[in-house]
């Protein structure tokens, strides 16, 4: 307003919309529709038509390079795509728990794909974690530290990978807006954090999702034979 800025959209639960001209009545905590086709709806304001499409993330030809690149310095083959997790997030939902990560990835390596583990800058505890559970017993895992890599350049590692497999986080997403396969977990409670309102958004026969079978139970019920032969159905 004191800008001058001519449209001002805002969904009405908001503070903030007594500043704004353009106030959508919406109630996310119903979570009727993807947090995306709710934002989709406010840029219908400002000229969008609101039509809903899977999201995509463009890297150069460069970046790819430099993606091959980061993994081939892994200490995996010049032509190896591993299978990528990223077990950790920021905390505002339930979690599959870390060891069953840890799990997983050994079942993926001992059936012959390579695995990297990646971690977020503020998951310093998260490689101590990863060292005590795999000892040297698995050859084919390797580790990104935290802070390592930049956005793109995670993007680029991300975009040489067979598959991402995470909870819900951002790796996830850039996962699935370059066309990489991914396995997520999702709680069903409470529902506005739950995969209808916060998954992978569009491209559904590339992004699988597990929840627990009973809507009540915890994310540790998602077992990691389950998880891991969804993870090879998803490869087929």
Not at 47 to 61: C, K, V, Y
Request: aromatic share 8%; proline share 8%.
């Amino acid at each position: 307003w004191c800008a001058g800025v001519p449209v001002r959209v805002c969904p009405f639960s908001k503070l903030v919309s007594l500043l704004l001209n353009n106030r959508v009545s919406q109630q996310r905590s119903r979570v009727d529709k993807h947090e995306a086709e709710y934002n989709l709806d406010l840029a219908k304001y400002c000229g969008a038509d609101g039509t809903a499409a899977p999201p995509r993330i463009f890297l150069t030809e460069s970046e790819r390079g430099d993606g091959r690149e980061l993994v081939a310095k892994l200490g995996f083959g010049p032509d190896a795509r591993p299978v990528a997790i990223h077990s950790g997030s920021a905390g505002s939902v339930q979690n599959w728990p870390l060891e069953h990560f840890f799990r997983l990835g050994q079942k993926i390596s001992n059936a012959g794909t390579p695995v990297v583990f990646t971690f977020g800058d503020r998951e310093q505890d998260l490689p101590e974690k990863f060292r005590r559970f795999m000892g040297d017993s698995h050859k084919n895992i390797r580790s990104v530290q935290p802070g390592q890599l930049a956005l793109r350049e995670l993007a680029s590692l991300i975009s040489n990978c067979r598959a991402m497999i995470s909870n819900s986080t951002g790796p996830l997403h850039i996962a699935s807006a370059l066309g990489v396969p991914t396995l997520s977990f999702y709680p069903h409670l409470p529902k506005v954090t739950s995969a209808k309102r916060w998954g992978p958004f569009g491209n559904p026969s590339k992004n699988k999702i597990l929840s627990p079978d009973e809507e009540t139970s915890p994310m540790s019920t998602i077992t990691v034979e389950r998880a891991y032969t969804s993870f090879t159905q998803l490869m087929i």
